[in-house]
């Protein structure tokens, strides 16, 4: 009897955790940022430079 009490703790908590505190995300396809394909006229440094840095970000 000793032993059954701790391990039904054990195993009531390792239940409790893994199936009653799973964290929900339910975020729709509106909450991402927009990522439209963003294209540079040919030898627009400025705009490349930019598109650099949002790829590294």
Known sequence: ?????P???LSSATL???IG???MNAM???SSTNKAEVVCAE???DC???L????IN
Not at 1 to 5: A, T
Not at 52 to 55: A, K, L, M, N
């Open 43 to 45: 030898g627009d440094i």
């Open 1 to 5: 009897m000793k032993k059954l009490i």
């Open 52 to 55: 650099i840095e949002d790829r």
């Open 48 to 50: 490349e430079k930019k």
């Open 21 to 23: 505190t799973l964290p």
């Open 7 to 9: 391990l039904l703790l």
């Open 28 to 30: 729709g396809c509106n």
């Open 16 to 18: 409790y955790s893994t």
